[in-house]
Structure formats: structure tokens, C-alpha cells
């Protein structure tokens, strides 16, 4: 009774798929913007980290054996690509890399990196 033989007129499993095909579109639009903001609320964030995280690398840089992270990079490089798969809205990307040099500076106590739990 489900089936109905108007072609025109879909049978429950087919309105079914649709309506499912409709909520997964729209989750896939609220994820999208949820990743926005979460990219927005980053920047952001980092932005408040630069001037307190120069000022701990001038000040490890006066120490005989301070610590200063000269470069750090978070992610999966091109060439490990055997491994290197990341999923990001919604697409599989490879190679993506964040510089994240400032988030660790920031993050230097005392001539150790002290990162929250």
C-alpha cells in the first residue's frame, strides 16, 4: 500500500529519502556555519594572543637558554600523503597546514611550553 502506481506521486520510501536528503542539506549548511564562526572565533582569538606572545618571545630571547618557537605547523604535509587525509567541509583535502607558531609562544612559561589540559 506504500507503492502508488501515479507516476507523478512518490511512494513513502521515496518521500522518506527526500525528506532525508532535505536535513542532511541543511546540516550540511548549519555545519558550514558553525565551521565559520569556529574559523571567526580562531582568528579572533589569535589575534588576542600576538602582542602577550611577542612580548614572551622578547623576553625568552634575553635568557641564556629561553625557549622561542621559531616555526610550528599543526596538520598534514603534501608529501605524507599515504596518510595525509582531512576531512574539512564536507570534502576530503590533503596537505592542509595551520601555522600555530603564536598559539605555542603564547603558551611558553618560565622557559617551558605549558600547554592546558
Known amino acids: 500500500m ?3 502506481s501515479d507516476k507523478g506521486t512518490m511512494n513513502n520510501g ?3 529519502d527526500h525528506h532525508h536528503q532535505h536535513i542532511k ?3 550540511n549548511e548549519v555545519s558550514l556555519m558553525d ?3 569556529v574559523k571567526k572565533d580562531a582568528m579572533q582569538q589569535m589575534e588576542l594572543m600576538k602582542k602577550p606572545a ?3 618571545k ?3 630571547e634575553r635568557k641564556e637558554n629561553g625557549l622561542v618557537i621559531l616555526k610550528a ?3 598534514l604535509e603534501p608529501n ?3 596518510t595525509a587525509t582531512v576531512v574539512r567541509e564536507g570534502r576530503k583535502r590533503r596537505g592542509d597546514v595551520l601555522d600555530v607558531t603564536v598559539q605555542l609562544q603564547f603558551w611558553v612559561m618560565n622557559s617551558s611550553l605549558r600547554l592546558p589540559a
Open 54 to 56: 611577542q612580548a614572551k
Open 35 to 37: 565551521l565559520e564562526k
Open 80 to 82: 605524507n600523503m599515504a
Open 2 to 4: 506504500d507503492d502508488v
Open 58 to 60: 622578547e623576553e625568552e
Open 25 to 27: 542539506s541543511y546540516q
Open 73 to 75: 605547523m599543526y596538520g
Open 14 to 16: 521515496e518521500e522518506n
